[in-house]
């Protein structure tokens, strides 16, 4: 078991960056991929970003891709997500999701998952 707690969320202008923390506990983060999902208001939730298990890969959403950028530092247990040039369009729920697996774009392939943190982007 696995237990994840994102932070960071909270109100931007449109133009401006914030950083997302996914703090993991239970177990040892470095066996799990991790990936980083959204969903807007009155939307389903999507992918935007993940990270192997080493953190030599990653894959982005075309949405995000050249604004956004996933890491890890396993000696805290941790994935971030950095979000740059946000746009109105970005306001959501963010969630971050594990799994002791190769990385992954679907939703379906993780089995944990934090509660989630609202980015609220303004014009």
């Known amino acids: 078991q696995v237990q994840l707690v994102e932070s960071g969320g909270g109100l931007v202008q449109a133009g401006g960056s914030l950083t997302l923390s996914c703090a993991a506990s239970?177990?040892?983060?470095?066996?799990?991929?991790a990936g980083w999902f959204r969903q807007p208001p009155a939307k389903e939730r999507e992918f935007l970003a993940a990270?192997?298990?080493?953190?030599?890969?990653?894959e982005y959403a075309d949405s995000v891709k050249g604004r956004f950028t996933t890491s890890r530092d396993d000696t805290k247990n941790t994935v971030y997500l950095q979000m740059n040039n946000l746009k109105l369009d970005d306001t959501a729920v963010y969630f971050c999701?594990?799994?002791?697996?190769?990385?992954?774009?679907?939703?379906?392939?993780?089995?944990?998952w934090g509660q989630g943190t609202q980015v609220t982007v303004s014009s």
């Open positions: 999701a594990a799994v002791q697996s190769v990385i992954s774009t679907r939703e379906d392939r993780y089995d944990y």
């Open positions: 990270i192997s298990r080493s953190g030599r890969m990653t």
């Open positions: 239970g177990r040892s983060f470095s066996s799990f991929a």
